[in-house]
């Protein structure tokens, strides 16, 4: 069966860094483009970040900065994501994806809120 599970959510306050893991299993994750989304309570599941079976990151829309960077650890069948400079306005479900030859999985999530 292939899922994806994150975790590495929590509370910070902003100005802070935090990295989210996600583990994939059931298929090979850097064979896949792997991509990072995220859902702010009342608005829509938006991408944030990805990279592809090439180590190329993608990034996407309104996070063409820094802040926001994807990397994976093949030994661990893993990708993350690393977020830096942490706002009250990035406190949202985010949610780690595989694109497996059109077949999307998605992960439950993992709940990030930035308050002080």
């Known amino acids: 069966q292939m899922q994806v599970v994150e975790s590495g959510g929590g509370l910070v306050q902003p100005g802070e860094s935090l990295r989210l893991s996600c583990v994939a299993s059931g298929f090979t994750a850097s064979d896949n483009l792997m991509q990072w989304f995220r859902q702010v309570e009342g608005k829509e599941r938006e991408p944030v970040v990805g990279i592809d079976s090439m180590n190329s990151m993608l990034h996407y829309k309104g996070f063409t900065g820094a802040r926001f960077t994807v990397s994976r650890d093949n030994a661990k069948n893993s990708v993350y994501l690393q977020m830096n400079s942490l706002r009250p306005e990035d406190t949202a479900t985010y949610y780690c994806?595989?694109?497996?030859?059109?077949?999307?999985?998605w992960g439950k999530g993992t709940l990030v809120t930035v308050s002080s």
């Open positions: 994806s595989a694109n497996i030859r059109g077949i999307r999985i």
